[in-house]
């Protein structure tokens, strides 16, 4: 059983997580302008995680005959046999109902609003087959987490919610880009969509920096309608300077650092947004 779990966790980048928890860690102190009751915020964390789950199980099922094809991706778990595809479905659709079930703990409106959640998980992967933009359906998923944060503390959607899911939505496709510039050749020839498989390395690095630019200016309206104080802003200059460093690294003729830049720094930025949130709220200055 154990082993069936870590070849769960593989299969779907448990680990990847750490991209999305600490924003939602933020969204929920943002709303809360402090720490909700325990319960709100496990019944939170649970459906984000599940649906992550649910999102990556589904992204391996549907994409499974590009991935055999793949040299990159020869020595997945789901490639090897090592996980089924009727596993894998089964993963996808428990996780699913567990994101349904958490959303259901917290309010009506969150328990209704959850199948747009799920539509999102889902049509991401299929995305890929029909438009070269399905970074930012990606970056929908991403969108939607602070305003389900905000209808599961609230039942409202905060105008901050809506800024800091389009900052997310931003930096999460812009990663996104970065990650598909691995792939620009394989896609091309297999027809799987994606800004660099059309407009090519140069014009998909510039999409990426303007997709970051906007997360920038969309955290800082996030602040302002949130009412963070100095030490908010004070981070947001530190997270500028970590995107800054990550574009550096990717460069037209050099693309060797994309697992630092896609890995590592964005894995900083999540969790630095988050300790900055937090510290602004218990410290004022």
């Given at each position: 059983m154990i082993q069936r779990i870590k070849l769960y966790a593989e299969l779907v980048k448990f680990e990847h997580t750490i991209f999305a928890v600490p924003f939602v860690l933020a969204s929920v102190f943002i709303v809360e302008k402090g720490l909700p009751p325990l319960d709100k915020v496990v019944w939170i964390l649970v459906a984000v995680i599940a649906g992550r789950t649910a999102g990556m199980s589904f992204n391996r099922f549907f994409d499974l005959p590009f991935d055999r094809l793949n040299p990159r991706s020869q020595n997945w778990v789901s490639v090897k046999g090592l996980v089924r595809t009727g596993e894998m479905l089964a993963l996808a659709v428990l996780?699913?109902?567990?994101?349904?079930?958490?959303?259901?703990?917290l309010n009506k409106l969150a328990f209704y609003l959850s199948p747009v959640a799920l539509f999102l998980l889902v049509i991401y992967p299929l995305g890929k087959r029909f438009t070269d933009f399905v970074h930012l359906i990606l970056g929908a998923v991403y969108f939607i987490i602070p305003i389900a944060v905000s209808v599961a503390l609230k039942g409202t959607v905060e105008l901050s919610a809506v800024f800091l899911g389009l900052g997310m939505a931003f930096w999460v496709a812009g990663f996104d880009i970065f990650y598909a510039l691995q792939d620009i050749e394989f896609d091309r020839k297999v027809g799987v969509h994606s800004i660099p498989a059309r407009f090519g390395v140069k014009k998909a690095i510039l999409f990426a920096r303007f997709f970051h630019f906007l997360t920038l200016i969309f955290l800082v309206l996030t602040g302002i309608y949130a009412e963070m104080g100095i030490i908010y802003y004070a981070g947001l200059l530190v997270l500028a300077g970590f995107l800054i460093y990550e574009h550096s690294l990717i460069k037209e003729n050099d693309?060797?650092?994309?697992?630092?830049?896609?890995?590592?720094?964005?894995?900083?930025?999540?969790?630095?947004?988050?300790v900055f949130v937090i510290a602004d709220i218990y410290i004022k200055i």
């Open positions: 996780s699913s109902a567990v994101m349904v079930f958490a959303a259901y703990q693309l060797s650092k994309i697992n630092v830049a896609f890995f590592t720094v964005n894995g900083y930025v999540s969790i630095l947004y988050m």
